[in-house]
């Protein structure tokens, strides 16, 4: 009975309605090779946008009211709004002359400030040079100018050895990444293995890689462990669960480049197991 709320209703179709400019942006970021800094851009656009609607809230809300009120004729919902009071603790309760004045001062705008505060508080303006790290890599050296070089080294200047030296580390990073002919799939991971000769790069990739920017990591860990930490595995200790879970999350990243026999030979390294008769006719 609670759905056939009018108010109910109207949460729904306002979410709807707003979470739909943050879907793409949500998307992104929950990838695992997300580009932060056009992500960052997007942000910037996407709290615009809500600023604009926020200013112009009354055209905006007034096709949400009436989709509402469409819905709620058709399933015989009554268009109704909470009683007032001169008091109230509990629930939004800003004075409104008609039941559309009440739903949009007291949900609709409200949401809208609380999505721009939370875009405005997550990426503001002020982390867009932190963010110029990524271009360190192959895949976005086309978008890596001097301009930005120069930001990167105003924005990291405490953290790298050697920031007057950067200009010239990055013109031998692109040098040695074309010579090895490093892909556009090459990630921070990657990169970093091969920066023993690039200290400014090697320690901006080091910060960029601890940059946290959503839990949906955390989140594949988990379900991950939900799937290996069975009944049947609870007194499994945590050097072999960590293992599994490992392979399990980067299993595509394994295919082809483990083979069973050594899988074999790594857990008969005491060379006193029954199995070692299997190694001999191998």
Not at 4 to 16: D, G, R, S, Y
Not at 74 to 103: F, L
Not at 151 to 170: F, G, K, M, R
Not at 187 to 199: G, N, S
Request: charged share 25%.
């Amino acid at each position: 009975m609670t759905l056939l709320n009018f108010e109910i209703l109207v949460v729904a179709v306002v979410t709807q309605f707003l979470l739909g400019y943050l879907r793409p942006l949500s998307i992104e970021l929950q990838s695992e090779n997300c580009d932060l800094v056009e992500a960052h851009v997007q942000a910037r656009s996407l709290a615009a946008s809500f600023l604009e609607i926020r200013e112009h809230a009354e055209e905006a809300f007034d096709g949400l009211f009436k989709r509402a009120s469409t819905i709620a004729n058709k399933n015989d919902i009554t268009i109704n709004k909470p009683r007032t009071s001169g008091r109230q603790r509990h629930r939004a309760n800003a004075a409104a002359e008609t039941v559309e004045q009440h739903y949009r001062i007291n949900i609709c705008i409200p949401l809208i400030d609380h999505i721009i505060k939370h875009l405005n508080d997550r990426l503001p303006d002020d982390i867009k040079p932190m963010l110029y790290g990524f271009y360190l890599l192959p895949r976005y050296f086309c978008k890596l100018t001097e301009d930005i070089i120069g930001s990167i080294a105003n924005e990291y200047i405490n953290d790298i050895p050697y920031p007057d030296d950067l200009p010239q580390e990055v013109h031998r990073w692109k040098t040695f990444t074309s010579i090895k002919e490093i892909g556009s799939k090459f990630t921070i991971e990657q990169a970093i293995k091969h920066t023993q000769f690039y200290p400014n790069i090697r320690q901006i990739l080091l910060l960029l890689l601890a940059l946290p920017v959503g839990s949906c990591s955390c989140e594949r860990s988990f379900s991950a462990l939900r799937r290996l930490k069975t009944w049947n595995r609870s007194t499994m200790t945590e050097n072999r669960l960590c293992g599994l879970a490992m392979l399990h999350i980067h299993r595509s990243d394994n295919v082809g480049n483990i083979e069973g026999i050594e899988v074999l030979k790594r857990w008969d390294s005491s060379g006193h197991r029954k199995i070692a008769l299997a190694f001999d006719k191998a």
